[in-house]
Every structure is written in C-alpha cells, then in structure tokens.
C-alpha cells in the first residue's frame, strides 16, 4: 500500500474535473481525496497498490478530455487509511 500526494495543474477547475477522479480512483481500487486550490490546480492525497495508483497517475497526467493538464507533481507520504475516494471542498 502506498500513498501520493498529487498536485494537478492547468485548466482543471469548473470542468468536473474531481468527478472524473472519483471515478477513475474508484475503478483503480484508490482510496482518498479531491479537492480544489485557490491558485486554481486540484489536489488529492490517493491511497492504494502501487501498480494502481500508477495507472491512476498516468490517467491524471491525460485527464478526462474536458479540461486540460498541463503539470503533475506528486510525492509519495505516509498511509492514512482511507476507506473510500471523496471530493472535498
């Protein structure tokens, strides 16, 4: 089990961007959170087996269609024992 901290940038605010996330990380097994930053980039902290949780990176680096990415940054932290993927205000 592993943890990231992922940081999305470029057009990704207003556009159900964290929808999509949600959806993505519920088909990749990925526990945790969405949530929007005033500078306008989304964060999220996901949870879950590395193999997934790099599936779900690659996905976040292309995003849903809608939108546009144009920056991931993600670091790997300490598990925090999601039970289930969220967006947060």
Not at 7 to 26: D, I, K, L, N, P
Not at 64 to 83: A, I, L, M, N
Request: with cysteine; hydrophobic share 35%.
């Amino acid at each position: 089990m592993k943890h990231y901290n992922i940081r999305v940038q470029g057009y990704v605010q207003g556009v159900g961007f964290r929808y999509s996330v949600r959806r993505t990380a519920e088909l990749y097994s990925i526990t945790g959170f969405a949530r929007n930053e005033p500078d306008g980039s989304v964060y999220m902290e996901a949870e879950g087996e590395k193999f997934n949780l790099e599936l779900f990176l690659t996905w976040c680096r292309k995003g849903p269609g809608h939108g546009r990415v144009d920056k991931v940054f993600y670091s790997e932290s300490t598990v925090q024992g999601f039970r289930k993927f969220e967006i947060r205000v």
